[in-house]
């Protein structure tokens, strides 16, 4: 308020030099008239307008720029229809639809206009919600969920939805903790709310606060992986080591494919001095990808109503993983149809297909895919793999061929290459590549197989490849 | 020592005017800027307005009491925008902290000052080619033709990708610092005005004839540079036999076998191509992942010591990843006096290449811990350091990275137990997740003793459109602002927007930061590279807390710096740890000396130094507040 005060007051110069109003009226000193070229306010004959009128306009504008201020300020502090704003004058979010895909602009309308339809429906405002959160349009669907929140305040999942919401935007552990807690108030059965508060925590730093929020987690669900990997990991760092290896041996057991388990479990296993079992899960950590997140139904929900080609094509590829082939292929042709020039998207189509046993189909894909851009190793070696399907052994040997020139230590490729040289009775070869396959994990299919026919392990290449993908 | 701030250009002259609104419009000004800490565009736009309104003297002769209606309304406008502005700030952009108004600034921009003009272009044109948004504007600081003072040069691209690969119409820039302090394009007659489409830099001596020479890495042919020691530099990327193609970024300089000749190790990103365009979540255009592409592995060039250069990767081991690098950071980080190289990789996880002493490297980034954050997760590397941060006198690693993931520190709890992420622990991790890093370094801003972090940002995604973005449209809504720590001495830091001036306060598309003592006054100053917008120079004025001491360590057998020399200075009780490295950050090159800040302590007890080929050398006590070179065989050999 001072400050206030202070930004009407004039600097001591100015106010020595400012003429009164008074000192208008009665001063006019021909020097004077000249500099400030002012028409005499008694002096009807005088160009401009009356001095009533002139003060009475001044006082119109005065009031007008108060007006506008004072509207500015009800706006922002209310979050109503300001220009530039995304929301309406009934806090409805308003959603630029530029570039947007039609079917993502469509469905997006479409729940928009159930919110207009049904202001006070808090099951439209969540619907709304959730399909801009789908569509990572998180601005609008952190107002949705707030409002829906309000409409509904016993509803667990708007409290949920909306606390993940400011995870995703990057906000402060401060700001969604509480929201995550409210959420727990309202579910305290669902463990996943536990595990990000976890997260939430270990991001703070506060690793008690984390440890206990894992813990609570698994209470809840004794089979969540991921709060296995992240308690055991907190524990390595507290100096719990005993603890959590445990833990880490739990998480490996229930994900096995979790990369990032595996990498701390090499550590823990390192630091009890077990550098035998730290190689081994390093090696087997080298070949895995994929680190996974937390099983979360409530937020699958949202993501399931995802209609725009790239998440059409991150679920294509979730469901090729787990193995959903039909699926796969039909969101993969989805997202193909929308990006026809995408070759990301024909190559992991090629792959579902083929494994769907659609070879021809899945072999114009990879056509298709590699005329629009060079393939990574994994394109070629399914490529490869669908051509062995085919019996077209020498196209097989090619990607495999190429998939290695692009990783030399591809383990899978030089496994399916190894397999394919043997049964062309070409066995030097075939050892060769399964040495190469074994070097960088001992537990690799392909050291099996050379036990199976009796030749050495001993690998021709010692290095290890990290960040290669496995084959499919 | 506050910046000018633009949307008080438009008023001083109204402070001498007499009519009461005019100063009313300047108070009110004053008013905003007190609760602003940046202009903003209706700020800006209000002002222009005001000027019009009250234009220079010769119009003043008309019109006054509309002008001064006018103003009066302006006035109260102004409050309403400020009112707006800054709550509109502190609700969507920087939830965690409050950017106050500045009482005194740490860092003043002297860019103008020093007659730095520089701008990068990316030469984007709408087409969203992740080249344009991920790489460029890379900087280094460093004396070009040995007169002590330390000269700039800058990366650029050019107009439009992909003809922009053919069509070489913006070269890179090297500044030459005068003895006023003034920077000189210097550029043409150098012969460094490289016309790639360029991303990083990296200095080193390569032939040891105590001159830098240039590495340059682009998006197509890298280029090599010999100093030819008259200000000038030839090409002699075919005659040193470097083909390094692709996309390069971040490259150092290091010694990995001991030889006395530094090979050089280049980050390689991805197998970039023009026929893939990505869409966000919502079907519209962005700039595509590096998962888009297909990784490539990184390259390691053994200098042979007769001006050429092998690719020793796949015999190195260096081959065997294939990973979307950005940044690097070489430095013997499991203190077994051979130097180690880790790799921040963007979206993959990192690599800690371990010296195996026999020319191979063995990548325990996963057992040592450096390889995922604390949740197991891989993180979009971009910007990497090593330096002690909690004075422990080992080196710890630091990482930037992408918005909703924190910045990461791997503290080292020494060779047996490895690195743990202390993020959070730290205070590093909160306050970076709503911002993308990049170019980071470490540094005692105001000598106290401990290593305090600095950090550049811009987004790679479009975001919501921060107050004061500098950019023109579209780029303003990848602008940020950066990022400066303080240390408490023991590894834990504090964001300090209050003290950091216009680094903090500009919003631009931050890449590149190298750091350096650029007025030789004692203590470190920034410079950032920032894409599509103008490489700025930050002069370090803050608050002395303490002495100082800059050591360079040469090696004259080798007639250069000792790159990869540990510096360990001891001061009463107290022992503090830096290393003579030129490479780490983003696609940048630093001053190579080792920069002590003493606090309380006017000598230091004694230096060890720790040379590269491993041997330790005591030299003795020397007062502080000074520059002091030391030379190889000087000191007294330790056990």
Same mark, same amino acid.
Request: some cysteine.
């Given at each position: ?95 630029? =639809? ?14 928009? =206009? ?19 959160? +789908? %569509? ?15 409409? =509904? ?18 906000? =402060? ?13 309202? +579910? ?39 709060? %296995? ?184 490729? %030089? ?58 | ?26 108070? /009110? ?5 007190? *609760? ?66 500045? &009482? *005194? &600034? ?80 210097? &550029? ?26 240039? @590495? ?8 090599? @540079? ?5 200000? &000038? ?11 390094? #193609? ?83 950071? /070489?430095?013997?980080?499991?203190? #077994? ?183 030789? #006054? ?115 050999? *330790?056990?």
């Amino acid at each position: 308020m001072t400050r206030r005060r202070k930004s009407a007051k004039m600097s001591p110069a100015a106010e020595a030099r400012r003429p009164s109003r008074e000192g208008d009226l009665k001063r006019k000193p021909d020097d004077e008239s000249r500099r400030t070229s002012r028409p005499d306010p008694l002096d009807p004959t005088a160009k401009g307008k009356h001095p009533r009128r002139r003060y009475q306009a001044l006082t119109l504008v005065l009031i007008s720029g108060l007006a506008v201020a004072a509207g500015a300020y009800w706006i922002r502090a209310t979050g109503k229809g300001a220009p530039g704003e995304t929301a309406d004058g009934n806090g409805i979010p308003i959603l630029d =639809s530029r570039g947007v895909e039609p079917k993502v602009a469509g469905l997006l309308q479409d729940a928009r =206009s159930k919110v207009v339809a049904r202001p006070n429906s808090a099951r439209a405002w969540m619907h709304f919600g959730q399909a801009c959160d +789908a %569509h990572h349009l998180y601005d609008c669907a952190e107002r949705c969920y707030r409002r829906a929140k309000e409409l =509904s305040p016993d509803d667990f999942e708007p409290v949920y939805l909306l606390a993940t919401i400011l995870d995703l935007q990057g906000r =402060s552990p401060d700001e969604t903790i509480p929201v995550y807690q409210s959420a727990a108030r309202l +579910a305290p059965r669902y463990a996943p709310i536990y595990f990000r508060i976890g997260e939430a925590h270990s991001k703070t730093g506060n690793l008690h606060a984390a440890r206990d929020a894992y813990r609570s987690a698994l209470e809840r669900n004794p089979n969540l992986a991921v709060a %296995h990997r992240n308690l055991g990991q907190i524990l390595l760092r507290m100096d719990e080591t005993d603890s959590a290896l445990q833990h880490l041996q739990q998480a490996a057991t229930l994900s096995p494919g979790d990369g990032a388990v595996l990498a701390t479990l090499a550590q823990t296993y390192r630091r009890l001095g077990r550098f035998e079992q730290a190689d081994a899960a390093v090696g087997r950590a080298r070949l895995l990808t994929e680190t996974h997140g937390v099983h979360d139904p409530v937020r699958n929900k949202v993501l399931a109503m995802g209609v725009s080609a790239a998440l059409a094509f991150e679920r294509g590829k979730r469901l090729l993983k787990t193995g959903n082939f039909a699926d796969a292929i039909a969101n993969l042709t989805v997202a193909a149809d929308i990006h026809p020039d995408d070759p990301e998207v024909h190559s992991a189509l090629a792959t579902a297909l083929v494994q769907h046993r659609e070879i021809e189909a899945g072999l114009a894909r990879f056509a298709r895919a590699a005329a629009l851009a060079p393939l990574p190793a994994r394109a070629h070696l399914n490529w490869g793999n669908a051509l062995t399907l085919q019996g077209d052994s020498g196209g097989a040997q090619d990607h495999y061929r190429k998939a290695l020139k692009i990783d030399p230590a591809y383990a899978q490729a %030089h496994y399916n290459l190894g397999l394919l040289l043997e049964s062309l009775g070409r066995r030097e070869e075939a050892i060769s590549h399964y040495q190469q396959a074994a070097s960088s994990n001992p537990s690799h299919p392909a050291a099996q197989r050379l036990r199976e026919i009796g030749a050495p392990t001993e690998s021709t290449d010692e290095r290890q490849p990290k960040g290669t993908p496995g084959g499919e | 020592m506050n910046a000018p701030r633009p949307m008080l250009e438009y008023f001083p002259f109204l402070c001498s005017e007499p009519q009461a609104s005019a100063c009313a419009i300047y108070h /009110c000004s004053r008013f905003c800027q007190e *609760q602003w800490t940046r202009h903003t565009k209706t700020g800006n736009a209000l002002a222009r307005l005001a000027a019009l309104v009250w234009a220079p003297p010769a119009h003043h002769q008309s019109g006054g009491r509309l002008r001064c209606v006018l103003s009066i309304s302006l006035a109260t406008l102004f409050i309403a925008a400020c009112r707006n502005d800054t709550s509109k700030e502190t609700h969507n952009d920087e939830p965690q902290t409050q950017r106050r108004g500045n &009482t *005194q &600034t740490w860092f003043t921009e002297i860019t103008d000052e020093v007659g730095l003009e520089f701008t990068h272009e990316t030469g984007g044109r709408g087409d969203l080619w992740l080249p344009e948004i991920t790489g460029g504007a890379g900087a280094a600081l460093f004396d070009y033709d040995n007169d002590g003072d330390l000269d700039i040069y800058l990366t650029s691209a050019h107009a439009g990708l992909p003809d922009r690969l053919t069509s070489r119409t913006l070269t890179n820039r090297l500044y030459q610092q005068e003895p006023s302090g003034h920077f000189v394009d210097v &550029t043409q007659a150098s012969g460094l005005g490289d016309g790639g489409y360029g991303m990083g830099v990296a200095i080193g001596d390569i032939d040891n004839d105590g001159r830098p020479d240039v @590495y340059v890495t682009n998006l197509g042919p890298d280029r090599l @540079y010999r100093n030819r020691g008259d200000g &000038t530099f030839e090409d002699i990327t075919v005659a040193a036999g470097i083909d390094v #193609d692709g996309w390069s970024t971040s490259a150092s300089f290091l010694d990995y076998d001991r030889d006395g000749f530094l090979d050089l190790f280049v980050t390689r990103y991805v197998k970039h191509h023009f026929r893939r365009h990505c869409t966000d979540q919502a079907g519209r255009r962005e700039y595509c992942s590096p998962r888009a592409f297909v990784p490539t592995h990184d390259i390691l060039l053994h200098n042979n010591g007769d001006g050429t250069f092998n690719d020793v990767s796949p015999a190195a081991g260096i081959a065997s990843v294939a990973a979307a690098g950005l940044g690097v950071v /070489c430095a013997d980080l499991n203190d #077994d006096g051979w130097m180690d190289i880790y790799v921040a990789n963007d979206a993959y996880a990192n690599n800690l290449w371990i010296n195996q002493h026999d020319g191979t490297f063995r990548d325990d980034a996963m057992i040592l811990g450096v390889a995922y954050n604390l949740e197991g997760q891989p993180e979009a590397g971009m910007g990497v350091l090593a330096a002690d941060l909690d004075n422990d006198l080992d080196l710890d690693l630091f990482v930037t990275h992408l918005v909703q993931e924190t910045n990461t520190l791997y503290r080292n709890f020494g060779a047996a137990t490895g690195f743990f992420d202390v993020s959070g622990e730290s205070g590093l991790a909160v306050s970076s997740m709503i911002h993308t890093g990049f170019g980071t370094a470490a540094l005692d801003i105001e000598l106290d003793g401990d290593l305090d972090l600095v950090v550049v940002n811009g987004r790679v995604k479009l975001g919501l459109l921060l107050s004061g973005a500098e950019p023109r449209p579209p780029w303003d809504r990848y602008a940020e602002p950066n990022l400066l720590y303080l240390n408490d001495g023991s590894g834990r830091f504090t964001l300090s927007e209050e003290l950091c001036g216009p680094f903090c306060n500009r919003m631009e598309i931050s890449r590149g930061l190298a750091i350096g003592d650029i007025d030789a #006054d004692g203590d470190l100053d920034l410079l950032v590279a920032n894409a599509q917008g103008r490489a700025r120079l930050y002069r370090n004025d803050a608050p002395r807390q303490g002495h100082w001491l800059m050591v360079r360590a040469v090696d004259p057998a080798l007639r250069r710096d000792a790159i990869g020399a540990k510096i360990t200075v001891r001061c009463g009780e107290r022992s503090l740890l830096r290393t003579i490295n030129r490479g780490f950050g983003y696609l940048s090159s630093n001053d190579p000396i080792a920069h002590f800040g003493l606090g309380s302590a006017d000598r230091v007890d004694w230096i060890d130094v720790r040379w590269p080929d491993g041997l330790l050398e005591r030299f003795p006590a020397t007062p502080a507040d000074r520059r002091i070179e030391l030379f190889r065989g000087n000191g007294n050999a *330790q056990q």
